[in-house]
T-cell receptor, first 110, second 115 residues
């Protein structure tokens, strides 16, 4: 089976740094994705990790530890437009679709 | 171009109606997906097509009927839906179902209300 967990909600201040965690237990592992979804809109791809370590893309970074079944998304220099849901999704066995976690609703306050 | 388009944007239908949702991509992707998303929940996979063949059906009721006329188009035919089927229906595509890094690109969705 597959079990993916994220905090339900987080709040942070504009200009700050926030870390959104994702833990997973899956049968097989072929990568972890982070998506951003604004209310009423489609999810948009942010990052992909398959090897341990940190991937950096501008203000966003994503980290993976396969041995711990753990990932985080780090958002720096928060902006109001970063208020959204952040979904981690894990691809399990080869050829199967990935499964989304419950998502974390981030609110950025002025 | 990483665009997936969906029509209509909004749909209201009665429980006896028949309607169809449409999805189109021109990225040359060979895998296409239908998801259902309820408010404040993550997307739930419904169907996956790979090379125009149904690859995954996540035990979806038969009142939802997918169709892939060609590699760029994906339809979802709706018939005799229930009010609990009201949700945002998302279409997505990816290069290939078997790709190691299988980034899925999502369309804007169709917001469906069943009365």
């Amino acid at each position: 089976g597959q079990n993916i967990d994220q905090p339900t909600e987080m709040t942070a201040t504009e200009g700050a740094i926030v870390q959104i965690n994702c833990t997973y237990q899956t049968s097989g592992f072929n990568g972890l994705f982070w998506y951003q979804q604004h209310a009423g809109e489609a999810p948009t791809f942010l990052s992909y990790n398959v090897l341990d370590g940190l991937e950096e893309k501008g203000r966003f970074s994503s980290f993976l530890s396969r041995s711990k079944g753990y990932s985080y998304l780090l958002l720096k220099e928060l902006q109001m437009k970063d208020s959204a849901s952040y979904l981690c999704a894990v691809k399990g066995n080869y050829g199967q679709n990935f499964v989304f976690g419950p998502g974390t609703r981030l609110s950025v306050l002025p | 171009d990483t665009e997936v388009t969906q029509t209509p944007k909004h749909l209201v239908m009665g429980m006896t109606n028949k309607k169809s949702l449409k999805c189109e991509q021109h990225m040359g992707h060979r895998a296409m997906y239908w998801y259902k998303q309820k408010a404040k929940k993550p997307p739930e996979l419904m169907f996956v097509y790979s090379y125009e063949k149904l690859s995954i059906n996540e035990s979806v009721p038969s009142r939802f009927s997918p169709e892939c006329p060609n590699s760029s188009l994906l339809n979802l035919h709706l018939h005799a839906l229930q009010p609990e089927d009201s949700a945002l229906y998302l279409c997505a595509s990816s290069q290939d179902l078997s790709d190691y890094q299988e980034t899925q690109y999502f369309g804007p969705g169709t917001r469906l209300l069943v009365l």
